[in-house]
């Protein structure tokens, strides 16, 4: 409900609401409008503002709509996606376009297959995102987007407009209607605040996002990618690290999108899911990948890919639910938390909520520890680094502390895993088990290749991935591909 009236003087009476009138044309006053007249002096400025904006900005109209739809998506302004989507489809936006544009999860990739966007709209695409999520813009992300806009105007520039205007009006376009959203969320303009941006699908269905209840206090996000032409496709299902969220799997799954159902999700307390009120073990974060499964219909995934935290907990899912997969992926993980591993974790969530810069503190140390290779573009000053520290520092402090026990003191040995392990993966037809490391990953793959051992048999194998640190899906892609591929269809 909108948290303050709207005002709408009639034609005559308010000079500020006619000056706006004359903007909007034959729509007249909108929510929007009815809401800032509460206040005539913001409402006159602010017309005169984002009227210059619109109708008086060089940008290609398709790259103006892009950024203004691209901040609704991020901020879950649904008013103002509503009102600039037909204005979007007017300046060239195609629905695949759209549904591009507002797929706020997929962040790393920038070229998927399929991508419907130009290179100047990709560009446009990660200016917006990086200027919106984390206010400085690196510098790789500015002089692409200054490239772009210079050779378009090398094709096309009757006005002889310069780049340096286009990069200002670009910048002022993302900060005004960020200004925009955060009003229209903020006072709950024409009833919007809580509704789902309405983004449109593709034909091909490419992505559909799911809020999917656990119990009374837990809603996890999923997205499925379905494969475009066989609904019966195999259903691969990724479980994300701690601090993570679904755009972790972006640079891999474009590869897979070809042969199999892809599955994400948000696990508690990360993302686009609720944080829970009770801390998080591994077992029970097994049991919600059974939750996403049950809730999908999926009897049987062909797979279950899991990295660090997820890696335990595709574990544990394999123990208690070993008829439900057909491969299990294990990257970066241990099968029992290291004795050192509680006052670690303590020492962890200590530090994020020590002050309000502890999550960026912890995102340094982090992705430091995650990829040790001097100069990653990962860690702190690479180019990549802006991403990962965006996932970090936008993890709730809360879902972050009900999260870390999970890997303070779980032992899935003791829940019977080799046993199970060792009986599936001898079936006929049954379990196969991949376990792959990092090189550079510490203690790790020894770790894993120890555990290969000892469950035995033809079905389990270790795999090391060169060069790469504790998340290979972000540092070494195609190697990481290069090992998973050929096993997902062994």
Known sequence: MPRIPYIFPEPGEDPVADRIRQRRGPRG???????LLNAPNIADSWNTFIGTLRNNNSLPSD?????ILRIAALNGAAFEWIQ????????GLTTAHLFRIGDVSNIISTAPPLDPLTSLQRAALAFVDASTRLIRVPDEIFTTLKAELESSLKTHNPDNVTVERQIVEATTTVGA????????????????????????????ALYQHYSIDIDRSVTLHAKVRFHPTNPKAPALLFINSILTNISLWSSVLPALTTTYTLITFDQRGHGGSSSPRTDSTIPRLAQDVACILDYLQIKQAHGVIGVSQGGATALSFAVQYPTRLRRLVVCDTQAASPVDNRAAWAERIALAVRDENG????AELTTARWFPTPGSPFIKGGKHFPILR?????????????????????DLRADGLIQTLKAESRKEDGMRILLLAGELDG????GLKALRDEIGGDHVEFQEIQGSGHLPMLDQPERWLGVVEPFLRS
């Open 177 to 204: 209607y960020n200004l925009v959203s955060r009003f229209l969320v903020a006072l709950d303009v024409d009833d919007r605040a809580s509704q789902h941006v309405p983004v449109p699908t593709t034909p091909h």
């Open 359 to 362: 999550m960026d503190t912890l």
């Open 443 to 446: 203690k790790l793959p020894a």
């Open 63 to 67: 790259i103006r709509e892009l950024l």
């Open 29 to 35: 006053l909108s929510s929007l409008d009815g809401t």
């Open 84 to 91: 600039h989507e037909h204005i979007g489809r007017a300046a």
């Open 390 to 410: 965006d996932m970090i520092v936008g993890t709730p402090v809360q879902g972050f502390v009900r999260s870390a026990p999970a890997l303070q003191s779980y």
